[in-house]
């Protein structure tokens, strides 16, 4: 998506977004898709949902953590690269910050019960942004029977062990078989509706 300069977000806006996203997007990863949604789409509308999907799906299959890969891939696609430079300044400084203090007061108090109890609650919760997020990218991104089939046999593949990477090497090959397919057959029927116009009309003179 082609953006003019005077339409393009500000670097300070796109680093600030991120600046106070990132400490309270707990979980990370997939757990912070939601707060990106809420902010880039609902608040900032610097892109629509499937905009923001595309490019979370990138996100999740590059190397890395998704959260930081979100960001960069979010500045680049709405700044350039001083875009992406901001925009994952913005995630990567305060995240330091705040493990380097979780990591402190864990260290001090891992043993307390009520803190054990704690991290229990948090990985719930977690659990939930992350199935929350599922769903939204999964209502987004299944459109038919081709995209629920490629889903539903990269789960099953997923519990077998099979390496992530082929899951998604192997999901975008039949997606660009079938597409090329699709755009096949198109023209096979237009260049069919054409000789039959073509017979017609020739008829008609008779």
């Not at 490019?55 to 690269?81: E, K, M, Q």
């Amino acid at each position: 998506m082609n953006r003019s300069p005077s339409s393009s977000p500000r670097l300070i806006a796109l680093f600030w977004s991120f600046l106070k996203l990132a400490p309270i997007s707990f979980g990370g990863g997939y757990a912070t898709f939601p707060a990106l949604e809420r902010e880039i789409v609902a608040s900032r509308k610097w892109m629509n949902e499937e905009e923001l999907q595309e490019t979370l799906s990138l996100a999740a299959a590059a190397p890395g953590g998704v959260a930081v890969n979100a960001s960069f891939l979010i500045g680049y696609r709405l700044g350039g690269l001083k875009g992406a430079a901001a925009s994952a300044s913005g995630a990567i400084i305060p995240t330091c910050l705040v493990v380097i203090v979780l990591f402190l007061l864990y260290h001090r108090f891992s043993d307390s019960l009520k803190v054990k109890g704690a991290l229990r609650g948090i990985g719930w919760g977690i659990v939930a942004m992350i199935l929350f997020t599922v769903f939204r990218l999964g209502k987004a991104s299944i459109r038919d029977t081709l995209t629920l089939a490629i889903a539903m046999i990269s789960l099953i593949l997923l519990f077998l062990e099979v390496h992530p990477i082929w899951l998604i090497t192997g999901g975008a090959a039949v997606s660009v078989l079938a597409t090329l397919g699709g755009v096949k057959r198109a023209k096979s029927l237009q260049a069919g509706q054409s000789k039959a116009d073509v017979d017609n009309s020739y008829m008609y003179f008779i």
